[in-house]
C-alpha cells in the first residue's frame, strides 16, 4: 500500500509525520506562489507555526499578518449547518487597517462590498469612514428586508406617539383590524359563558378594588332592589366615584344553586379533577340525596317560573355532561321562550323524543341546506341531482325518525327472500351489525359542537319536567356522583345563593418598541354571564375613557349557543322586561346574536369605537 500524505501504518514515529506535513505545506506553498514573488515560503527548516498556518491544515488562515494567501478560511467544528448556509458573511474587519489590502480584495471577490478608488498604499480614507461604508449596504439590506416583510403590518411596531393621549398595548396576535372607519357603539351578543377576563389599559384600573363597607353594603341593596345608578360619560378620577365602585361590584354578582364553600360547582363537565379529595358526604347517603334532589327541582321549578312572567332573562343548567341555556321570551330577537342544549348524545335526543319533546338541530340544519344549494348551484345533470337530494332529506328524514321501526325495516327487507324460497339457505345478516351501521353517522355527532339541540314554546315546560325526572342528568359514579347540576342566573331565585365574581388588578410596565409603558390590567374569573360581560364594559368605557382590551375565556360547551334556528319564532318589536339586568344590556341581548356557532374571544375598544375577535 502507497504511503499517502500525513499516513503512517505503525503510528509509532510522530516527528515523520511532522516532517511529513512540513513538507507537504512547503510544496503546497511554493505551488501556490506567483512570478512576484509572494506567498513564498522561507528556508526548508522554519516551523510552520511561523509561516501563519494552523497545524495539521494545509490552508493558511485569513486575516493574520503574515498570511500567505486570501485562502478559504476554515469552517468551525462547533458550527451547526444553519450557520454555514448563510449566503452573505460579513468581512473581516477587525484587522482593517493592517490588512486593508487583502479584505479590500476579498469583499471585491464576494460582491458584498464596492470600495472607492485606492489612494496611496493604505488608502485614503481613515478606517472610520471606510468601517461607515462597510456597514451602509448591510443597513440597506436589512431595512429592505424589514419594508418586505412586516409591510403589511407596520404599525404594529412602531412606538407610540408622545401626544399627551394613551394608547393601547398593540401585539401583532392579539391586535384588531378594524375595516370601517365609522364608530361601533356597541358589540355582538355572546350567550357563552366566560370563565375568565384579563383587561388591559394604559389608565389605572387599581379603583375596582378595596371597596368600603358603606359601597359594598350599598351595592348589595341596589342588586336587590334592580336599581341602577347614572354615570357621567366620562369620569376624571374613578377611585373618588363612588357610584362607580358601586355600580362594578354590583355587576359581579350572580346566583347560584347549590353552593358548597368548600367545592367549586363551576364548570362541571371534566372537572372531575376538582372534586377529587373533597369531602361528599351525599356520595353513600341515599336520604341525603334525595334532599339534594328535591331542593335543587323546586329551585329550577323558580327559576321557570320567573322567566315565564320575564322576571327572569335567561338561566343555565349547568350538569356534568351536558349545559342547557333558557331564554326569556323577547330575547336574541325570539317571541318566545327558547331553550339550547349542549353538547348532546343520541341517547338523550331518543330520551327527548320519547318524552314528546320537540327539538331541531341548527347546525345539522345548515349543513343540510348547504349540501342542497351546493348540489343546485353545480350544473350536473337532473337525475344525479335528484339523487344527491333525496340522499340528503333521507339523513336528514333518518336523523329526525331515529330509530323508530328499524326492526320492521328489517323483516321487510330480507322478506323477498322468504317468497323465493332461499331464506335457509342464504346465511342472515347481523342485525347487531346493520342496526350500527344505520346509526353510525348519528352517533358521530355525540358530545361534539353539531350536536347541539334547539328548543322553543311549550315544549319548554315538558324540557323542563324531563330535566327534573331525568335519571342520567345526576352522576350515578365518581367524584360528582349523587350532585345535582349547577343552576345560574343573573337574579334572586327559590334556594339561591348570592355569590361574586374575582377581580384582582395589577399594574404593569410593558415594552413597546424602544420604550416601556405603563399597562394596568385587570382579572375576572368565575362564571361571568352574558349580562355581566355587557355591565362590566360599559363601566370600563367611562372609567378608561373609551381606551382598553379584553382577552375573553370561553366555557367550550356553551360556545355554540349564539346559533339559529330556522323553526325560529322572529319577534316583532322589542318586548318589556321587568328583571333585574341593566336595560342597555338587556337592550343589547334582545338582540340576534350574529356569532353564529363561534364566540367572543377579544373585545377592544379604541376612542369609544369596539373591535372584536370570534
Request: charged fraction near 20%; include cysteine; aromatic fraction near 8%.
Amino acid at each position: 500500500m502507497s504511503h499517502e500524505a500525513g499516513y503512517s501504518p505503525s503510528f509509532k514515529r510522530p516527528t515523520e509525520i511532522m516532517r511529513m506535513i512540513r513538507k507537504r505545506t512547503r510544496s503546497e506553498a511554493g505551488a501556490d506562489s506567483g512570478p512576484s514573488g509572494q506567498g513564498s515560503t522561507g528556508s526548508p527548516g522554519q516551523s510552520i507555526f511561523s509561516t501563519g498556518l494552523r497545524p495539521f491544515l494545509p490552508s493558511p488562515r485569513f486575516g493574520t499578518r503574515n498570511s500567505l494567501t486570501g485562502g478559504k478560511k476554515r469552517r468551525n467544528p462547533f458550527s451547526n449547518i444553519e450557520n454555514t448556509l448563510n449566503p452573505k458573511k460579513k468581512p473581516h474587519i477587525d484587522n482593517f487597517a493592517e490588512d486593508s489590502d487583502d479584505t479590500q480584495k476579498l469583499a471585491e471577490e464576494r460582491g458584498d462590498v464596492e470600495f472607492p478608488a485606492k489612494k496611496g498604499s493604505h488608502g485614503g480614507l481613515p478606517v472610520s469612514s471606510r468601517l461607515h461604508e462597510v456597514a451602509m449596504p448591510r443597513e440597506r439590506d436589512s431595512s429592505c428586508k424589514k419594508s418586505l416583510t412586516f409591510a403589511h403590518d407596520d404599525s404594529v411596531f412602531e412606538a407610540p406617539e408622545e401626544d399627551g393621549e394613551s394608547h393601547l398595548l398593540q401585539n401583532p396576535q392579539t391586535s384588531v383590524a378594524s375595516s370601517d372607519t365609522s364608530i361601533c357603539m356597541t358589540y355582538p351578543a355572546d350567550w357563552s359563558i366566560k370563565t375568565r377576563l384579563l383587561f388591559t389599559s394604559p389608565l389605572s384600573l387599581s379603583w375596582a378594588e378595596n371597596l368600603k363597607a358603606q359601597e359594598e353594603a350599598l351595592s348589595l341593596s341596589q342588586h336587590c332592589k334592580g336599581q341602577f345608578p347614572t354615570l357621567a360619560d366620562t369620569l376624571e378620577d374613578p377611585r373618588s366615584s363612588s357610584e362607580l365602585r358601586c355600580a362594578f361590584r354590583q355587576s359581579l354578582i350572580y346566583w347560584q344553586h347549590p353552593s358548597m364553600s368548600w367545592l367549586s360547582l363551576f364548570p362541571r363537565i371534566n372537572a372531575e379533577r376538582s372534586f377529587t379529595g373533597k369531602c361528599a358526604p351525599w356520595t353513600q347517603d341515599t336520604a341525603l340525596q334525595h334532599s339534594l334532589m328535591t331542593e335543587w327541582s323546586v329551585s329550577l321549578s323558580s327559576l321557570y317560573s320567573l322567566l315565564k312572567t320575564k322576571l327572569c332573562p335567561y338561566f343555565y343548567v349547568c350538569s356534568y355532561q351536558f349545559t342547557v341555556l333558557f331564554r326569556a321570551a323577547g330575547l336574541n330577537g325570539s317571541d318566545c321562550i327558547s331553550a339550547l342544549i349542549s353538547p348532546t348524545t343520541r341517547g338523550l335526543r331518543e330520551a327527548m323524543k320519547a318524552e314528546g319533546i320537540q327539538f331541531s338541530l341548527p347546525l345539522m340544519e345548515e349543513k343540510w341546506r348547504n349540501g342542497v344549494q351546493t348540489i343546485n348551484a353545480e350544473q350536473k345533470g337532473n337525475e344525479q341531482v335528484e339523487k344527491d337530494e333525496c340522499s340528503v332529506i333521507q339523513e336528514k328524514e333518518e336523523f329526525v325518525a331515529g330509530g323508530d321501526g328499524d326492526a320492521e325495516d328489517e323483516d321487510s327487507s330480507l322478506s323477498w327472500l322468504k317468497e323465493m324460497g332461499v331464506h335457509d339457505k342464504i346465511r342472515k345478516p347481523d342485525c347487531a351489525k346493520m342496526q350500527l351501521h344505520k346509526e353510525g353517522h348519528m352517533m358521530s355527532l355525540d358530545h361534539k359542537p353539531e350536536s347541539v339541540v334547539y328548543v322553543e314554546g311549550t315544549c319548554t315546560f315538558t324540557l323542563i319536567n324531563f330535566l327534573i325526572n331525568c335519571k342520567s342528568l345526576v352522576a350515578g359514579a365518581g367524584s360528582q356522583a349523587g350532585l345535582p347540576p349547577t343552576l345560574l342566573a343573573p337574579v334572586a331565585f327559590r334556594g339561591a345563593t348570592m355569590q361574586l365574581l374575582k377581580a384582582h388588578s395589577v399594574n404593569v410596565q410593558s415594552q413597546v418598541g424602544t420604550t416601556y409603558q405603563n399597562i394596568s390590567s385587570l382579572e375576572i374569573s368565575g362564571p361571568v354571564l352574558p349580562s355581566a360581560l355587557h355591565t362590566i364594559t360599559t363601566l370600563l368605557q367611562r372609567s378608561q375613557r373609551g381606551n382598553f382590551s379584553a382577552s375573553l375565556y370561553t366555557h367550550a360547551p356553551t360556545a355554540v349557543m349564539n346559533v339559529h334556528s330556522s323553526t325560529q319564532q322572529r319577534s316583532d318589536g322589542p318586548v318589556d322586561l321587568s328583571c333585574g339586568v341593566h336595560p342597555v344590556s338587556l337592550e343589547q341581548l334582545q338582540q340576534p346574536s350574529t356569532l353564529g356557532k363561534t364566540a367572543l374571544t377579544r373585545i377592544s375598544m379604541c376612542d369609544h369605537s369596539y373591535t372584536w375577535k370570534n
